[in-house]
């Protein structure tokens, strides 16, 4: 099972999407996100649909494989679906006893599970196609500017860089820990929630421990090897915008513009 | 207890890009009592073979059987082979968590619904047979105590559960000599006095050599050889190929005969090694 998440990995291959600037990749998912929460009707997720399609296609990696990370988020997309559904006020359409289902409500919940898959979907995709070392970079360009306010931007980019690279370290040792209790007759599946919590304390304590001292590993390495983040810091490869960038802009904007010209928001 | 395993393949992320085959089309039988050594490089699929047998992987294909139970039976509970079945993983000091060492020890039994008093007795016990000083230690927490004395700890945690199969997946990796040979030791002692089955997965024939009574090698998930650790070692150009080589003395007999010496045995240990050469010395008359 946790071997199906892939939030946050890195999937190589060579395609266009691989190849496009982190910059551009970063903004274009954010314009993404916003369009797919502003989208209102059927048809502009069919538009929303095709434009991912598209996108997926391009960047060359399997459809299964990106499914497969939606395995894990399941859950919470049941139950954002089922809390609209029950919990919308408006024309009653079914009813036993205290449950009531509105249309409304039925509408509702699935445009907001339809929402989370996309968003996971278009997000994974940036990290699927983005190694985590071109995303830093990406990152802390953009938010240079802010950088007059006081913002330290390597740093933060520095962060969530090693964030991201630390997530499969971190399942893998879930997964071993895990193993190695389940072993020692550990129950992770079955028992009261009381229970199971209670089950979770072996898992919890050695991972916990050893994320720190991965941490602390990982900064003593780093400053051993004099690292100094920020000012004058130069990179191997300097990030420049290419031509299919400028391909690539054009078909964002075709898709807004798209979902604006047949009133598909709001 | 009785090991069987008939055609068992396992092959991580099927129908994905990652696909990759880590346990291909192994079989083999282990007798109860015996003490079997798993070699192989990096990657040969010793990990994954070790916990198909302990039921923490369904196998892709094949078919494992412990003491007559089909483990790929769905009827069959996981738990119950895993009560028989004691598996220590590498590095095993990670998956300690209690606040002392007793709780940490007491962990497996406690999962198995013991008695406070047989629980008591098995810690003692098993406290005993991985040389941890009971008195002295079983109050401290685990963090505490060293690298070699933690995984000791952990070790004690799962023969606390009684197994009647010990796997171990390299146990001294990353232990300085001495405790190395004291972990050893202790193994052996558990499969001489206990009759307890063991499977010693490693990387390092030197330290199989003189300590296991069968070998079964593998290479990039195949079985290659399976035999008694003489008969092993005889395929010497083998074993080099596939980068695990022999221990040093084994190859210094090796190549004194390339060197013109008729030493015809296998020699695993010093010991043997200066029999063999004291005896080529006074010449080849006794041949």
Known sequence: MIRDITVGQYYPSESTIHDLDPRFKIIASFIYMISI?????????GVVTLFIVFLI?????????????????????????????????????????????????????????????????????LTLTTSPLKLTDGIEKLLNPFKKIGLPAHELAMMMTISLRFIPTLLEETDKIMKAQMARGADFESGSIVNRAKGLIPL?????????????????????????????????????????????????????????AFKMVW | ???????????????????????????????????????????????????TINGLYKPSKGKIFINDIDLTDKKVKKSDIRKKVGLVFQYPEYQLFEETVYKDIAFGPKNLNLKADEIDIRVKESMKLVGLDFEKLNEVSPFELSGGQ???????????????????????????????????????????????TVLLVSHSMEEVANLVDRLI????????????????????????????GVPQVTELINKLNLRGCNIKETVLNVEEAKNAILKQLRGDSND
């Open chain 1, 204 to 260: 919890l304590v050695p991972l916990f421990i050893s994320a720190f001292q991965r941490a602390d590993d990982l900064a003593m390495a780093m400053e051993a090897r004099c690292y100094r983040g920020g000012d004058n810091r130069t990179q191997l490869k300097v990030l420049k915008y290419t031509r299919k960038d400028l391909i690539g802009s054009f078909v964002l904007i075709l898709y807004v513009a798209s979902l604006f």
């Open chain 2, 150 to 196: 933690k995984r000791r700890v952990a070790i004690a945690g799962v023969l606390a559960m009684n197994p009647e199969v010990l796997i171990l997946d390299e146990p001294t990796a990353g232990l300085d000599p001495k405790a190395r040979d004291e972990i050893l030791k202790q193994i052996e002692i558990l499969n001489k006095k206990k009759k307890v």
């Open chain 1, 57 to 125: 296609k391009m960047s060359k990696i399997p459809i299964k494989y990106i499914l497969k990370g939606l395995k894990p988020i399941m859950l919470i997309i049941i139950f954002a679906f089922v809390i609209n559904v029950f919990f919308t006020p408006g024309k009653v359409i079914f009813e036993y006893r205290i449950i009531k289902v509105t249309s409304e409500g039925l509408y509702r919940g699935f445009f907001m599970a339809i929402r989370l898959v996309f968003l996971i979907i278009g997000t994974s995709l």
């Open chain 2, 1 to 51: 207890m009785s090991i069987k395993i008939e055609n068992l393949s396992y092959i991580y992320d099927q129908g994905m890009p990652f696909e990759t085959i880590a346990v291909d089309n192994i079989s083999f039988d282990i007798e109860n009592g015996e003490f079997v050594g798993i070699i192989g490089h990096t990657g040969s699929g010793k990990s994954t073979l070790i916990q």
């Open chain 2, 217 to 244: 090698v593998l290479d990039k998930g195949k079985k290659v050889l399976d035999g008694d650790v003489r008969s092993v070692f005889k395929e010497y150009e083998l074993l080099t190929d596939i980068g695990l």
């Open chain 1, 37 to 45: 929460f502003a989208v209102e009707s059927i048809i502009g997720y």
